[in-house]
């Protein structure tokens, strides 16, 4: 009987009756297979599908060993962060930062058990603002509150931005029954030239 180890250049032959694995033809036929299955290391690459799609570049077998990372925000491509909200009930902003995104996917959970609090809407505010520095404190009058947030940089466009962010998640997380004041604070003065009412502010907050 010859020697069939030869004829075998797929590690796919192994599996099959030992009258198979004496055909070469069979051997090289089954490479194919094994590309898209095992993922073979060779020098062969897949033609492309379309613009936008391609072959993954391990192979099914690995690719399947690897599906729970698509379930970690941490892990997972940031095209899936989406559909991974979607697993909690979240809508995600366009404008949070892939970061804020996976931090946010990843504390959902936590974070409405604690809902309605103050704590929590610290730190969702912290998370959307991307602010280290936010509290929340008991206005003076019954059902209000108010909302502090200190910002890094006196930007228009941020200001803007943070304060829009800021508006929706508090409409989104306060008691029903209660109102609320936002103020922003922001560097507003720097020691050097300045010009009252032009380039430099007086006050150091932005109340809505």
Known sequence: MPDSSK??????????????????????????????????????????????????????????????????????????????????????????????????????????RRRGTKGSMEELLRIFTDQKTVKVRDGLKAHRFRVEINLAERDKDLIAGQRAIAHALIELEKPAHTFYDLILFFPSMEIGSCYVGIDTLLSTSSEA
Do not use: C, M
């Open 7 to 112: 004829y075998l250049p797929s590690s796919l032959g192994q599996y099959l009756p030992a009258i198979y694995r004496e055909h070469p033809f069979l051997g090289r036929f089954l490479l194919a297979f094994e590309k898209v299955l095992v993922g073979l290391k060779d020098d062969v690459e897949f033609p492309k599908l379309g613009d936008d799609v391609r072959f993954p570049k391990h192979g099914l077998e690995e690719t399947i060993a690897g599906v729970s990372g698509y379930f970690d925000p941490k892990q997972t491509p940031e095209d899936f962060l989406p559909w991974l909200a979607g697993w909690v009930a979240l809508s995600l902003r366009a404008d949070l930062k892939e970061a804020q995104q996976r931090h946010f996917i990843a504390n959902a959970i936590r974070l409405y």
